[in-house]
């Protein structure tokens, strides 16, 4: 059974920067896809971002384009998203999410197969 953790997040002002990780226990992470998602208080959940299981291929929803990267590093299980240029709007709880990689390329948004806690990430002066 894969489990997904994330941590790194807090309270950040405006203008600032986090990186959130997604650690992975009990399933190796390299035959997954793995996307963000967040869900702002009131609002629907809605993908962020998301990056195939090699790495090699990353999309972003047109939100936090140019702001936010994705990345992994599968020797360590692990799937990170830097978080640049915050604004209040972003404030939200995170989740990663796996997908097994039954197609080549990641759907940002796509509903995945495992999901982590969640963690709390608050833009606020």
């Known amino acids: 059974q894969l489990q997904l953790v994330e941590s790194g997040g807090g309270l950040v002002q405006p203008g600032g920067s986090l990186r959130l990780s997604c650690a992975a226990s009990?399933?190796?992470?390299?035959?997954?896809?793995i996307g963000w998602f967040r869900q702002a208080p009131g609002k629907e959940r809605e993908g962020v971002s998301c990056?195939?299981?090699?790495?090699?291929?990353?999309n972003y929803a047109d939100s936090v384009k140019g702001r936010f990267t994705v990345s992994r590093d599968n020797a360590k299980n692990t799937v990170y998203l830097q978080m640049n240029s915050l604004k209040p709007e972003d404030t939200a709880i995170y989740y990663c999410?796996?997908?097994?990689?039954?197609?080549?390329?990641?759907?940002?948004?796509?509903?995945?197969?495992?999901w982590g806690q969640g963690t709390q990430v608050t833009v606020s002066s």
């Open positions: 009990g399933v190796t992470l390299d035959r997954y896809h």
């Open positions: 990056i195939t299981s090699s790495g090699h291929n990353a």
């Open positions: 999410a796996a997908t097994f990689r039954h197609r080549a390329m990641c759907v940002i948004g796509s509903p995945p197969e495992y």
